[in-house]
């Protein structure tokens, strides 16, 4: 949707007589409630409580900035690059400065419709893939059906949660610690996951809660671009489910551990992997003088397996003793890639360890490690990643956030990345800086 979509909605909106919400209007419940991600760190699916009551629509405007300066360094084992298109000069690798990158914006509208009935929506207005505002997406959340009849399956919602939409889908619990676009508050570190498992689909999600335990099972129409008309590409529902514990065993230590499935049907292409449309951090690492730049090439320095017919298990630990954090990423994927009639597989592990410290842990040092390995197909070579972060963080206030880190990613030096391909043996490395917003 444009700009022009977006203001005709909030005028709307305006003009509806509904009440917007602030610190001094609404309750902190009702305002976590309305929040699409709280403001504390290391929440993942929204807590099942008691929903607030209900007086008539609410609505809560926020958002997230986000903007980062950028010192990286690169270089590639590759024999050749090949020549300049259209040339007899031979190809390099772009010439990279230090400096800013683009600054990045999302707008989030949430509202309360009904007793335990919230909507949020969110908006790029600015991204590194796109220069227009345009919807990310968003979903309806019903944690009770009095608006059906006061007291209506009270028993069955005090347990269970019914959420639709088209948005992200909860596989995994990378997607809930990622930055999305300017959305980077709950991220410690500048960069996502090299196979970030996230995309935006049509929806609908069960959820069950009891006690400390959680179970998803979700499906989506495995489409990233929606349309009722009929190609040669044929698309079916994916299928996805999710099952965890999570429990604060005392004042000091949590545990939560969680496991995840997602199949897609039919000719899905890769949206799992390729879903994120705002871009990656890494701005235009290892790309040539013949590769396009700007809106064109926004996911350097991330990895897509490139799969159909995909099967993934995603397990996630997260451990906190007082100041000290542990999170966790095994992850593996088959699927079938081009017109080879022989699965391949890719395997990603990763690891956060952080240390919070201050009064009110309003700072952190930590690393993570992250590696993907694997293959195409069973007789093709096999592709390695290896990125580890170092780096810490400050939150100035609960909304302002000044990180920086040091990466290093280096991809193995084999021809499986292409003869003139600059992944060949690539390597990336240096300090990124990233000041974030979010309310």
Do not use: C
Not at 279 to 290: A, E, F, K
Not at 312 to 329: I, S
Not at 407 to 415: A, E, G, L, S, T
């Amino acid at each position: 949707m444009k700009t022009m979509v977006i203001r005709a909605s909030m005028l709307a909106v305006l003009v509806t007589g509904v009440n917007f919400v602030s610190a001094q209007e609404v309750s902190t419940s009702m305002r976590d409630y309305l929040a699409p991600e709280k403001s504390s760190r290391n929440v993942f699916e929204d807590p099942k409580g008691e929903s607030p009551a209900y007086d008539g629509i609410k609505v809560s405007v926020g958002g997230d900035f986000a903007l980062q300066f950028q010192a990286l360094d690169q270089s590639t084992k590759a024999p050749s690059l090949g020549v300049i298109t259209g040339t007899t000069t031979p190809n390099t690798l772009q010439n990279m400065g230090k400096d800013f990158n683009l600054p990045t914006a999302n707008l989030d509208v949430n509202a309360y419709l009904a007793k335990g009935v919230k909507m949020h929506l969110r908006t790029y207005l600015s991204a590194r893939h796109h220069n227009e505002a345009w919807v990310k997406g968003g979903y309806i959340q019903i944690d009770d059906l009095d608006f059906i009849k006061e007291g209506f399956a009270a028993d069955i919602m005090k347990y269970a949660r019914v959420k639709i939409g088209m948005d992200e889908i909860n596989y995994g619990d990378t997607h809930f610690r990622r930055t999305d676009n300017a959305k980077a508050i709950n991220n410690p570190f500048v960069g996502n996951y090299l196979m970030d498992s996230f995309t935006t689909e049509a929806f609908g999600e069960a959820y069950a809660f009891y006690k400390n335990f959680i179970g998803v099972l979700g499906a989506s129409n495995g489409k990233l671009n929606q349309t009722p008309v009929k190609t040669a590409k044929q698309y079916s529902p994916s299928v996805y489910a999710k099952i965890g514990y999570d429990k604060q065993i005392d004042r000091d230590l949590r545990v939560r551990l969680t496991g995840s499935f997602i199949q897609t049907n039919g000719d899905n292409n890769a949206n799992l992997y390729s879903g994120d449309r705002a871009g990656s951090r890494y701005y235009y690492v290892l790309l040539t003088q013949n590769d396009l730049m700007g809106e064109s090439n926004q996911a350097t320095g991330r990895f897509n397996p490139g799969f159909k017919d995909i099967k993934a298990f995603q397990v996630n630990p997260f451990v906190k003793y007082q100041g000290l954090e542990f999170f966790g990423v095994y992850e593996y994927v088959t699927g079938l890639k081009g017109v080879s009639a022989s699965k391949g597989n890719y395997t990603q592990l990763g690891g956060e360890l952080l240390y919070r410290l201050g009064g009110h842990e309003q700072f952190y040092l930590g690393g993570r490690y992250n590696t993907v390995s694997g293959k195409d197909n069973e007789t093709a070579a096999e592709r390695k990643i290896d990125r580890l972060n170092l780096g810490g963080g400050w939150f100035m206030t609960k909304n302002v956030l000044a990180k920086v880190e040091y990466v290093n990613q280096k991809y193995n030096d084999d021809v499986v990345w292409g003869a003139t391909s600059a992944l060949r043996g690539g390597k990336f490395n240096g300090l990124m800086f990233e000041a974030t917003i979010g309310f």
